[in-house]
């Protein structure tokens, strides 16, 4: 078994509060000089700027880019999603981009939400506004997360707002989830005894990288035989001897 360093927490530019400096050839460079092995772009309630990110990762190799997004649920809990591939990807684009509402973007106001190429050009707009929440419940969204295979992970959940148990109070009977992210200052038995998190639900702790400065700060630690998506899932369920480490405060 081996050490990966893993931080599935990461917006890029096309996120509305995410900076102008996260394009993917930037993102790929800091991970890179961070020693991340394992990271995943989540953008708010949008996949579209991670096929370019893996490209770029694919070309230079040594680094694991998995696709994804935060999405945001119709009770404001922020969720991280993320996928084996892009083509499973595309159908939970189409899930987000049935469930978005529309409301216009003002970049003056929310940000700009752009799709940058690999030479950190401006290539589309995304003109509905990214920030809000979907008409969808926790419970619907976790269903598709699963039912397309993928990894479903409540965000931030020590945060006081935009966290599953601000919203909520309590991690839910019927809520299946494959791990809980902490935000970088949080200890995780702190969190435990304020959430009563029991001891077999996995905490990891992850960036929410939105300025380069921050990307390579807040990592956890997966003890697994490669870095690979299903490697991945085994460690936070801690199957055949896979698992996460939190290095301490
Ligand atoms: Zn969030
Ligand atoms: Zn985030």
């Known amino acids: 078994m081996h050490q990966f360093k893993v931080d599935l927490h990461i917006h890029s530019v096309f996120s509305p509060c995410g900076d102008l400096e996260m394009s993917p050839s930037n993102i790929v460079k800091l991970a890179r000089q961070n020693g991340l092995d394992v990271i995943a772009v989540t953008d708010h ?11 770029i990762a694919e070309k230079q190799g040594g680094l694991l880019v998995l696709p994804g997004a935060e999405a945001c649920s119709s009770e404001e809990v922020h969720c991280l999603c993320i996928f084996p591939d892009l083509e499973i990807l595309d159908s939970f684009q189409t899930f987000l981009d049935r469930h978005l509402p529309v409301i216009p973007n003002r970049d ?52 006081p ?19 809980l992210q902490i935000s970088k200052y949080a200890d995780e038995q702190a969190v435990r005894e304020q959430f009563f998190v029991p001891g077999e639900i996995t905490l990891v702790r992850f960036s929410d990288a939105h300025y380069p400065d921050d ?35």
Request: net charge negative.
């Open 45 to 55: 309630n949008t996949t579209r700027q991670c096929a370019k990110v893996i490209e």
């Open 108 to 159: 003056d106001l929310f940000g700009y939400q752009v799709l940058v190429d690999e030479n950190d050009l401006i290539s589309e707009t995304e003109e509905r506004y990214l920030g809000v929440a979907l008409d969808v419940s926790i419970d619907e969204l976790e269903q598709k997360v699963h039912e397309l295979g993928g990894l479903f992970i409540p965000a931030h959940v020590d945060r």
């Open 161 to 179: 707002r935009n966290s599953l148990f601000s919203q909520l109070g309590f991690l839910p009977n019927g809520l299946t989830i494959d791990a």
């Open 215 to 249: 990307l390579g700060s807040t990592y956890t630690w997966f003890e697994m035989d490669k870095p690979s998506f299903s490697e991945i899932k085994k460690a936070l369920t801690r199957q055949d001897g896979r698992l996460t480490r939190l290095d301490s405060l």
